[in-house]
Structures are given as C-alpha cells and as structure tokens.
C-alpha cells in the first residue's frame, strides 16, 4: 500500500551541504518519505557544533521547502547520549516510532502500529561518524552508493570559522551560503572564531594528553552547585567546580581542592575545611568519565566526586573564585543541556540520577 515506507537519515549537518543534500533526493527517491535526525540537538555552541538545533532546522527548510511543506520530509531533534549508545539507540527508536505512527494515522496506514510500515536507514557510511548504519538490524538500509563530492561539514568549519571566512558557495545551497555570510557578520561567530583560535594554540602550548582533571558534582536540597565559566574555552557556560590535578596530588584531593577554590562554599563557621567536604563525598558513586571526543582540547579524562551536603533550607554560601566568573546553587529542574560546557550536563545525569 502506498505511504507505508520510510527512511531515517542521521546527522549532526553542521552545516547542511550538497553531499547531505544529494543523500536526501536519493532517498526520497526510493521512499515516500525521509525522517532526518539532527543530532547533538542539546548541545551548547562550540566550534564543533556552531549551529543550534533550530539553526540546521532553518537550512533544511531553505533547500526543501517543497519537500517539507507535502510532508515527504520530516525532521526532528536528536539529543546526545555520549555515555549510553543504548539510551542513543533508544531516543532514536522513540522518535521514529513516533513519527512514522503519527504520519500513519494521517494516512489511514497505521492499523498495526510499525508492522504496518517499512522503516529503513539512510546513509552512505563514509567513515566512522556513520557506525551507526550497523546498530539497528530490525531496519532495511538505504545504502547511497557515493557522496557527493570528497569535502565534509569538517572541512567547510575549517574554512569558515578564520580571520577572513570562506563560504564555499559552490557546495552549499544558495540561501544556505547567504545565510552563513550573514551569519559571520555577527558576535555569535566572533565568539565561535575565538574559541577555535584558543583551541586551535592548546596542543601547541599544553600538548595532546592525556590530561586528568576531577571534578565536584555537589548537591543538596534539589540544588546544584555550578560555576559560570569566566574564560575561554566555554566563557559564559555553566560547568562542575574542577579542574587539572596537580603533579603531586590525589586526585580526590584535587576535587575537594577545586571545589574550594572555584566556590567558596561556606557554612556559618566559615568555608568548609577540606576534611569535612570529603565526609560529604559518596564513594560509592565517584565515577571516570573518559569520551575520546569529550574536549575539544584534547584528551581529558575526568574523576566525578558526588558531594551529597546535608538537607537544610538554607543552602551553604557559595561566591565565584579563581578562573569562575560566578559560582551560584542552581534548582536542578531548571536546567538543560545547552547551557553546559562539554560533557558536563552528561556527568550531572549520570552522577545524580536525572
């Protein structure tokens, strides 16, 4: 029966170009219609992911109007799960069964939920970015023979993002490639050039790793205590109080000792000595967090601490110190993923049981 099959192509399309754009017509070539999934949807800004969600979602209207609007393509948001291919695996299954039932019911096709529906993966496995093709074997699989051309979203960043920014037009859609020269005329992009620039000197000054840091995940009350990054990389971004372990350190020292230095926190007597914030720290749920792609600085492999303070309605005194622009008790419930420098919002999930 007609409208009963569909395709699902994943990306992070940072920009979209022509080489994702000639994966789309070939699919819709073979389908009726093509789920794309924008990935890391939930991510703060950086020089990796520059644009938001919203942002790719406007490309992909600029270069398929005709399409969107008939409902032949349909997109949607896909978080980042770095720590959980399973929970990745899991928001992907949610989000096209939902929207392949949804478009079914508008049909008149979904009488037997997904049996009623052909469901295959689109890609053209270009490298290790797509291993994803191989991680749902309950679906057929789109195998585009060939991109389109031999450049990536990586090479079009590494032009772009310079003193003097190159659109390549050549292999963007025209209201795409307008768009981005607008775009570059703004503060968003001289922020996203500063940090590439930061970035780009670290290894030469620092080296590559393996580095290791420890960071606070401090709770209490149905609070967290964050910092505010005061300097690059990630100005302006909430992150844990932590920071690089010292040469001759323990790195639960180094924890205790960053909390301290980038918080302050106190209670009536005066800031916490060191032995009591470690009576606070649940061992039982300390915690390496080491993603390969986790820092763009390189390779930082981490050590989370959970401080579990005591209940109380007034919260301990907290103030910003050393590279913290502030340091501030958050309510949990009012957070999301893309106020969080790197994998942070990830820690906190994991470490606290979000």
Not at 95 to 117: H, M, Q, S, T, Y
Not at 180 to 209: H, I, M, S
Not at 231 to 258: N, S, W
């Amino acid at each position: 029966m007609h409208g009963q099959d569909f395709g699902v192509f994943i990306g992070r399309f940072q920009p979209l170009h022509i080489g994702h754009e000639h994966v789309v017509r070939e699919a819709l070539s073979r389908t009726d219609h093509l789920i794309v999934l924008i990935g890391s949807a939930n991510v703060a800004r950086d020089p990796r992911n520059p644009f938001t969600y919203e942002e790719r979602l406007a490309m992909f209207r600029k270069a398929f109007a005709y399409e969107m609007a008939n409902g032949r393509l349909i997109v949607a948001p896909l978080d980042d799960h770095l720590y959980s291919d399973t929970a990745w695996c899991g928001e992907v299954q949610q989000r096209v069964k939902r929207i392949v039932l949804e478009a079914g019911n508008r049909g008149g096709f979904a009488v037997n939920g997904l049996a009623d529906f052909n469901i295959s993966l689109t890609g053209y496995g270009k490298d290790a970015s797509s291993y994803y093709l191989k991680m749902f074997p309950e679906w057929a699989n789109i195998q585009i023979d060939s991109q389109y051309g031999t450049f990536s979203s990586t090479d079009i960043r590494k032009q772009y993002f310079q003193r003097i920014p190159a659109v390549p037009a050549s292999i963007l859609s025209p209201g795409i490639a307008e768009w981005l020269e607008q775009f570059k005329l703004g503060e968003t992009f001289r922020t996203l050039l500063a940090e590439r620039e930061y970035l780009d000197d670290y290894p030469k000054q620092w080296g590559r790793g393996p580095f290791v840091t420890a960071d606070a995940v401090v709770v209490q009350s149905g609070h967290i205590l964050l910092v505010e990054r005061g300097r690059l990389p990630g100005k302006g971004l909430l992150a844990l109080p932590g920071g690089f372990v010292d040469p001759a350190e323990r790195v639960r020292d180094a924890a205790i000792r960053e909390l301290r230095e980038e918080t302050g926190i106190s209670d009536g007597k005066g800031q916490i000595p060191p032995a009591m914030l470690a009576s606070f720290i649940d061992d039982g749920r300390t915690r390496i967090f080491d993603a390969p792609t986790r820092s763009l600085r390189g390779r930082i492999i981490t050590h989370a601490y959970l401080f579990r303070l005591p209940e109380r309605r007034k919260l301990f005194a907290v103030k910003g110190g050393d590279d913290a622009a502030h340091a501030r008790w958050y309510r949990i419930g009012d957070l999301s993923a893309e106020q969080f420098f790197e994998d942070h919002w990830s820690i906190i999930n994991l470490m606290a049981d979000l």
